[in-house]
Nanobody, 125 residues
Framework: QVQLVESGGGLVQAGGSLRLSCAASGRASSMNRMGWFRQTPGKEREFVAAISRSGSSIYYVDSVQGRFTISRDNVKNTVFLQMNSLKPEDTAIYYC??????????????????WGQGTQVTVSS
């Protein structure tokens, strides 16, 4: 089992920045891909970003490309999401996720095995 705990969410004005962190425990060293999804009420969970264990493969949804940066520290079993130039439409609950799989379906929530409890990000206009 792997446990994921997110932190770093909050309220920020449009144009501001936040940095999300996700600490993995348990059998965290067995995880390959880690990522972030987000969800707003009444909508499906949306892929935001993902990173392979080595960091050589990184993926973003088009709407955050150039504004968000995903990174990870394998020694501390932690993944980060640096969010800059935030927009009101970035408001959502952000979930950290991980999988030991090498599947290429990085944007499919069904391809991930473990999920955090979520952290709220609110961007005011």
């Amino acid at each position: 089992q792997v446990q994921l705990v997110e932190s770093g969410g909050g309220l920020v004005q449009a144009g501001g920045s936040l940095r999300l962190s996700c600490a993995a425990s348990g059998r965290a060293s067995s995880m390959n891909r880690m990522g972030w999804f987000r969800q707003t009420p009444g909508k499906e969970r949306e892929f935001v970003a993902a990173i392979s264990r080595s960091g050589s493969s990184i993926y973003y949804v088009d709407s955050v490309q150039g504004r968000f940066t995903i990174s990870r520290d394998n020694v501390k079993n932690t993944v980060f999401l640096q969010m800059n130039s935030l927009k009101p439409e970035d408001t959502a609950i952000y979930y950290c996720t991980a999988t030991g799989s090498y599947s290429v379906r990085y944007a499919d929530p069904g391809s991930y095995d473990y999920w955090g409890q979520g952290t709220q990000v609110t961007v005011s206009s």
